[in-house]
């Protein structure tokens, strides 16, 4: 249970009780359940942007700049990104 909702995240739980003697065994067994994920403490930590990330962050902005500017450079040498800018750039001057 610790794992699925610890993390880097706030959790919020919600328990629904029952006043009927039916239910009372669920209701009993929803607020032990809720008693325990109460119990859990996160070690919240910043998240390190990997490169991967940074990388294409940084070709989302060189692909804005190509949009606002109007034209085409093809500066990526992965060959992915220009042929995007490419076809999206033709595209839309039709």
Do not use: C
């Not at 880097?8 to 009993?28: I, R």
């Not at 929803?30 to 962050?57: D, G, H, R």
């Not at 949009?67 to 800018?85: D, E, I, K, R, Y």
């Amino acid at each position: 249970m610790r794992d699925s909702i610890g993390g880097n995240s706030k959790t919020l739980m919600f328990v629904n009780v029952s006043p009927a003697d039916y239910n009372s065994q669920e209701t009993k067994m929803s607020l032990i359940f809720a008693e325990n994920a109460k119990k859990i403490k996160n070690n919240v930590s910043k998240n390190v942007e990997s490169k991967e990330v940074a990388k294409l962050k940084d070709e989302i902005s060189q692909l804005r700049r190509q949009l606002t500017h109007g034209g085409v450079q093809n500066n990526n040498t992965s060959g992915t990104g220009g042929a995007l800018a490419t076809s999206f750039t033709s595209s839309s001057h039709n």
